[in-house]
């Protein structure tokens, strides 16, 4: 009796240990399909999810957080581990992320380092304004491409999207004809909701802005508005008197009825000239994420849209 | 713990280099009550690499590297040069002008350039998270020779920081050991901000001497507590980054404030 016990005991451990073993080797087949993307922006992660959707099981981390300014984030470590171990890395291109090649070297993943093929430019195709024709740092922008504020044009983001989809496809191409798929019917989506909003928009062509930061020229352009001048003298510097008296006038000349800026920039200064000219400031999304409205790409875009509207 | 040591040991060896020179460093500048010597110097290396923007230099090239050391050798001179023997100004009234105004300076011939604020942010703000191997080698072979320069010469260092009038005495040549030791620390000083940020260095500086002020009167005791206190704050500000995923530099500088305030409390009781 006591030989069966022990001899039922051993066959239990033994069941126990191999359905553990099992559960351990199927948990790790589940880990290897699924796919850690690390996206520098809440605005790429957005489009990327859309790409994604259910075609393969994905991890999608966002790395800089929508509330600050988009050129100088400080990554933490929770962004280093997530690069680490991240499969593919969807970045804006250009130079607008001044924290991406460190990030990428302290991380150390060689799927993004050197030769790494596993990177994703989304930039790659999309006509950028104000490219600049001399280097002089004294004149002109520390952007030596162009304006790389490009996905505030809705046009822009069906660009991006494409890349995204194209890169995923090259890296996964078990699962291409579901990302291109996933793709296309976000950007039929996306050019539905152009249609309304330059419906929306139309009665407002050629209507005079200023801005803070030159962030919005791909969005004026798409819309007909006229950017009349930023509160920054140049980008990055402070306003000051002088350059606040200037645009005074010609925010009077040209009618100039909206100030926009970004949460993440001071208010004092846009609250004062708009009193002083009888102007509005609006705050506008330039991530996802960056007020509670704007939960994903279209739903930014859509509330950006209506407080245009709004105010114009 | 093996993502800990896998993400971590960078800035935590990185941590380690800058407490062995910086702790030593800071016995001298508490001595000579030079508390903010470092800020004024990080701050005139910064307007060292304005000028050589200015001049259409790369802000990350070699050459923005040797305008910003000369920057830091020049206030060095205008340091060791304005301690004299019957101090009519304080010297650390020098220290706050010079900061003042090279950070005035940098920020006129800037206000001309795009984004000038941000060059003078990304020179003084240094992410020790991000640091990268071979920074860490060329900081550590740095800072062993200015160490071994130092170690080397130790009596006379050790002299015209503690005892400035026993060295005049000796008939030493004050102002030049002076400048020595000024132009080795500019030239620490400068590396060790573009890694870790002004406000790091500061800390690894300043909190180990004034922490080991509360044990010991003796020179070489405050040192080695001076690097016991910096190495506790060191993983204690790293592990705490790490573990609730906060910013490396600003977690390392509120350690050492609670560390400093600890070994405070104990030093009371112990009375």
Same mark, same amino acid.
């Given at each position: 009796m006591k030989i069966l016990s022990v001899i039922a005991n051993r066959v239990l451990t033994l069941a126990t240990f191999s359905f553990f073993l099992l559960f351990m080797w199927s948990g790790n087949l589940f880990a290897a399909e699924k796919i850690r993307i690390a996206a520098t922006t809440t605005t790429i992660a957005s489009l990327a999810k859309e790409v994604v959707g259910n075609a393969v099981e994905a991890e999608i981390y966002a790395i800089a957080s929508p509330n600050r300014d988009i050129h100088f984030y400080a990554p933490t470590p929770k962004d280093v581990l997530k690069v680490k171990k991240a499969d593919v890395l969807i970045h804006s291109g250009?130079?607008? +992320?001044?924290w991406r090649d460190p990030l990428l070297v302290a991380a150390g993943n060689p799927r993004f380092l050197g030769e790494g093929k596993a990177s994703i430019d989304v930039s790659k195709g999309i006509p950028l304004l +104000?490219?600049?024709?001399?280097?002089s740092r004294a004149e002109g922008d520390i952007h030596l491409y162009g304006n790389p504020h490009y996905w505030t044009d809705p046009e822009n983001a069906g660009v991006m999207t494409q890349n995204i989809a194209e890169g995923l496809a090259r890296l996964y191409p078990a699962q291409a004809d579901r990302f291109r798929q996933n793709a296309d019917t976000f950007i039929l989506k996306l050019r539905e909701k152009m249609n309304d909003w330059l419906r929306r928009m139309k009665p407002h062509e050629g209507k005079a802005l200023v801005t803070?930061?030159?962030?919005w020229p791909y969005l004026a352009r798409r819309f007909g508005l006229v950017i009349a001048g930023h509160l920054e003298p140049k980008p990055g510097i402070p306003p000051t008197a002088k350059h606040l008296a200037e645009l005074r006038q010609t925010m009077k000349e040209k009618n100039v009825r909206v100030i926009i800026r970004e949460s993440f920039q001071e208010d004092r200064t846009p609250q004062k000239m708009a009193q002083e000219t009888d102007a509005k400031v609006v705050s506008l999304a330039s991530s996802v994420g960056q007020m509670k409205e704007a939960t994903d790409y279209l739903s930014m875009m859509e509330e950006n849209v209506r407080l245009l509207e709004e105010a114009l | 713990m093996s993502n800990f040591l896998i993400l971590m040991w960078k800035p935590l060896l990185a941590c380690l280099v800058l407490t062995g020179i910086h702790g030593y460093l800071g016995v001298h500048v508490v001595e000579r009550k030079v508390i903010f010597v470092d800020l004024a110097l990080a701050q005139i290396a910064a307007l060292g690499a304005t000028i050589a923007v200015l001049f259409g230099h790369n802000l990350h090239g070699p050459s923005t590297y040797w305008f910003s050391l000369g920057a830091t050798f020049l206030g060095a001179g205008i340091f060791s040069f304005t301690r004299t023997r019957r101090e009519k100004i304080p010297q650390e009234a020098i220290i706050g002008i010079v900061y003042a105004v090279s950070a005035a300076l940098a920020i006129l011939i800037l206000s001309?350039?795009?984004e000038g604020d941000e060059h003078i942010r990304y020179m003084l703000v240094g992410n020790i998270l991000l640091v990268s191997f071979p920074e860490i080698i060329k900081m550590a072979v740095l800072y062993a020779l200015v160490g071994l320069l130092h170690f080397r010469f130790r009596k006379n260092f050790i002299l015209i920081s503690t005892e400035p009038e026993e060295a005049y005495r000796q008939r030493l040549p004050v102002k030049a050991w002076d400048l020595l030791f000024y132009l080795t620390f500019g030239l620490v000083v400068t590396s060790s901000v573009h890694i870790a940020g002004v406000l790091l260095v500061f800390s690894f500086l300043i909190v180990p001497a004034v922490g080991a002020m509360l044990f010991s009167n003796r020179f070489s005791q405050r040192l080695f507590i001076g690097w016991g206190l910096g190495v506790a704050a060191s993983l204690a500000g790293v592990g705490a980054s790490y573990a609730w995923d906060l910013p490396t530099g600003a977690s390392i500088v509120t350690a050492f404030g609670g560390i400093l305030a600890a070994a405070s409390i104990f030093s009371a009781f112990r009375r």
């Open positions: 250009l130079d607008l +992320e001044a +104000e490219i600049p024709t001399s280097l803070y930061h030159n962030s | 001309h350039s795009a």
